[in-house]
């Protein structure tokens, strides 16, 4: 109110001021004024603000309670284990940890490739500024009449579009080359964790904590890559392009008119990030149901021949159903969230911001730098160094709109991001586990020995209390139980695909992995790798050259399986072909 009074009343200092120029402060005290004057109505518009925010508040709450409830019945369809162990929060790697994986050094292909990146950047700003320039030079032509200048210019500006898009292009290439390289890096990674200590085998049987690792690996980490890529491009555009062009608005009309625009947008974004949904939690949520959509249908065709037999198609009509409606009414919701939050961001984000920036345009024309002498020069001058600024504004507010949507596309990143580094993490702590218990538990042995081994599930059921037996070379043993009692188990622990956690197990080679080398396991229902006839014998190895035609007649020969000679050299669907018999005598064979 002193400030109002004293501008209705100035005093000499003050009109000392007014007539030194400033006109940013003119055009506050008289926005000041007029508040003064509609003070009600400003308050009225004041309150209402504030209780569309606590609505909006109260709702984001009820969404966010909505959304676990969907998170939950999701992850229950999607045949996850236990309650105790659902509740059991994994080890997840961070945002930063996952970029430390993807650049592990300064002296990096990534580096070099985001060096180049930064100075393309460089090139095109100054491209974008040299057009702009141009682009003002030509309304001048336009204006003073000069028909040879304007062709002239014309053409140069012709010459420098065309650089400018090569260089676009160019960037966008280097962007997908910079996503191909990250998604190289991560997928080896992940591809050496995935593999190690028959993490795999855990994944699924064990541990259980991911529900959809495949899911992750072949489509989440591309996701992730692609997100990262995009955020650097637009990081690198927004920084270098909001960084110089300040500046230019600055040289051509103050410091004041060119931090108007900041000032706007640093108070939208905040606005915007206040109001805008949590749709990396929605996006999240989206996967989680998509991936229960798609187990289902994978558990049909896996028991398909069952589901027949039993005339089960009606009921797996209602589980899919009932999965698909689950995931298109989230989808709904994600739409109808996008529609009202982009009618409010378009509105802050566009439409205002076209007002600022006609603010700043036309404020130094009125009262500043780019006020003509009435002259047609002068004016001619006027026009084009107004369509520049026109163009410095309009890559300004490009660029400050590119922070904005950088932030929408991190909040999208967060959930690849959770997705990733929760299986990095499992698979990790994985690993780590199976070291020490093959150190402590695993030893090397010319027999088959448990000395005191306590059997227990994954899930901490025990099994046996106290096993100790020895099968040595040339002896047989025969194990007998009722179903359940654990014997399976014995040969999961001898195999290390179960972690014990007491005794000793003793066997011969102890450094490997599974049963395949000195001890050997054969299943109820052996596996069919895909390939040859060949391929099935020597599996896990792969040795075309080590078994010749004579040997492999031989070893078919005493599982009664010579026909199976016709198809050497063949790669056969074997799981179509080969009865559970025929499949368990190959696997004798092998």
């Given at each position: 109110r002193l400030a109002i009074k004293q501008?209705?009343?100035?005093?000499?200092?003050?009109?000392?001021?007014q007539r030194m120029g400033l006109p940013l402060s003119q055009t506050l005290v008289r926005l000041l004024l007029?508040?003064?004057?509609?003070?009600?109505?400003?308050?009225a518009v004041l309150l209402t603000g504030i209780g569309a925010v606590l609505i909006r508040w109260y709702r984001q709450k009820q969404a966010r309670a909505r959304a676990q409830r969907l998170a939950a019945r999701a992850q229950e369809g999607a045949g996850s284990p236990s309650r105790s162990r659902d509740k059991k929060a994994g080890p997840r790697l961070s945002l930063l940890q996952l970029i430390r994986l993807l650049i592990p050094k300064w002296r990096d292909a990534t580096v070099l490739r985001l060096a180049g990146m930064s100075l393309m950047t460089v090139v095109q700003t100054g491209l974008n500024d040299r057009i702009a320039s141009l682009q003002g030079q030509l309304?001048?032509?336009?204006?003073?009449?000069?028909?040879?200048?304007?062709?002239?210019?014309?053409?140069m500006n012709v010459v420098l579009n065309a650089a400018s898009s090569t260089l676009k292009s160019a960037l966008t290439y280097l962007g997908t080359q910079l996503e191909l390289a990250l998604r190289k890096r991560l997928y080896r990674q992940l591809e050496k964790r995935y593999f190690k200590a028959m993490a795999y085998y855990k994944l699924a049987f064990v541990d259980k904590r991911i529900a959809s690792p495949e899911q992750i690996i072949t489509t989440d980490v591309g996701r992730f890559c692609e997100s990262i890529s995009d955020i650097a491009q637009d990081i690198l555009t927004a920084v270098c392009n909001g960084t110089y062009f300040t500046v230019r608005l600055a040289n051509?009309?103050?410091?004041?008119?060119?931090?108007?625009?900041?000032?706007?947008?640093?108070a939208s974004v905040f606005l915007v990030s206040s109001l805008s949904p949590n749709f990396g939690k929605l996006q999240s949520i989206k996967l989680q149901l998509e991936e229960s959509l798609r187990t289902a249908f994978s558990n049909?065709?896996?028991?398909?021949?069952?589901?027949?037999?039993?005339?089960?198609?009606?009921?797996?009509?209602?589980i899919v159903r009932d999965r698909f409606n689950q995931t298109l009414s989230h989808v709904k919701r994600i739409v109808k969230t996008h529609w009202w939050f982009?009618?409010?961001?378009?509105?802050?984000?566009?439409?205002?911001?076209?007002?600022?920036?006609?603010?700043?345009?036309?404020?130094?024309?009125?009262?500043?730098?780019?006020?003509?002498?009435h002259t047609q020069a002068g004016n001619a001058l006027t026009l084009s160094r107004m369509r520049y600024v026109t163009s410095v504004i309009i890559h300004q507010l490009t660029a400050i709109g590119m922070i904005a949507v950088c932030l929408r596309k991190t909040m999208k990143l967060s959930s690849y991001t959770d997705r990733v580094g929760s299986l990095f993490g499992v698979l990790d702590e994985l690993?780590?586990?199976?070291?020490?218990?093959?150190h402590d538990f695993v030893r090397e042995g010319k027999s088959i020995a448990f000395e005191d081994v306590e059997v227990r599930t994954p899930s901490g059921q025990k099994l046996v209390d106290s096993l100790t037996f020895e099968v040595k070379p040339g002896s047989n043993m025969l194990i007998t139980g009722p179903n359940g009692a654990g014997k399976s188990s014995i040969f999961r622990c001898l195999g290390a695909l179960w972690n014990i956690s007491r005794g000793k197990i003793s066997k011969p080679n102890s450094s490997t992995d599974g049963l395949s080398g000195d001890v050997f396991y054969l299943p109820q229902k052996p596996y069919n790798v895909v390939g040859s006839l060949r391929d099935q014998i020597t599996y896990p190895l792969k040795a075309y050259t080590a078994l010749s035609r004579e040997q492999l007649a031989s070893l078919l020969q005493m599982v009664d399986l010579t026909y199976l000679l016709n198809y050497d050299g063949h790669e056969v669907n074997w799981e179509e072909m080969l009865s559970l018999g025929e499949t368990q005598r190959l696997a004798m064979a092998r």
């Open positions: 501008h209705v009343q100035p005093s000499p200092r003050l009109c000392q001021r007029q508040l003064h004057r509609h003070r009600r109505a400003a308050l309304f001048r032509a336009v204006f003073s009449k000069d028909r040879q200048g304007f062709v002239s210019l014309l053409t051509e009309t103050s410091w004041q008119w060119a931090s108007v625009t900041w000032i706007y947008a640093t049909l065709s896996t028991h398909v021949e069952s589901i027949a037999a039993l005339g089960g198609a009606e009921r797996e009509l209602e982009g009618m409010i961001e378009d509105f802050i984000s566009k439409y205002c911001v076209s007002t600022v920036a006609m603010v700043v345009i036309l404020g130094p024309f009125f009262g500043g730098k780019l006020r003509s002498d690993n780590a586990q199976s070291e020490q218990a093959t």
